[in-house]
């Protein structure tokens, strides 16, 4: 895939705020449950760039191959926690917004496992990862992981 653009060259300071608080966000909450939540929304949107990217970092911050592949079966598998498994529904909710009122289910799910300021933070990641999404199917975008972080 070629890129149609380079949103850091084409935006820089924009983009830099943007991943500072793409980092400052993903900190946020323990790394393995955000990784998960980046690859299903990244799945839900077909976006093969981020799933590929973070795929690739989950593995490095020691998630199994099975709950990397589960991940989108995840109601049927029995390898996510319930805390998990809130943050998923509402990772799904979120991210398919136009399909229906499908977050209030998810909202009282994801009540019980995450204090509010938790949920904030949930949901800013939902929001930052369907950014990237967004940008990177948009603009045709492929980053090798490697080359990715040797930038960072």
Partial sequence: MTAKLDP????????????????????SLEPSLIELVKIRASQINACANCINMHTVEA???????????LLSAWRE??????RERAALGWTEALTRLSE????ENAYQTLQAHF???EQVKLTLMVNVINGW???AVGFGLWVDPAAAKAVA
Avoid at 59 to 69: D, N
Avoid at 77 to 82: I, K, L, S, V
Avoid at 100 to 103: E, S, Y
């Fill in 115 to 117: 204090t509010q300021e």
């Fill in 8 to 27: 850091f060259a084409a935006a820089p300071a924009l983009m830099k705020n943007w991943m500072s608080t793409s980092i400052a966000v993903a900190s």
């Fill in 100 to 103: 229906g009122h499908a977050h």
């Fill in 133 to 135: 999404n967004r940008l």
């Fill in 59 to 69: 593995r490095a911050k020691g998630e199994t191959e099975q709950r990397i592949y």
């Fill in 77 to 82: 598998a029995p390898c996510y926690t319930d």
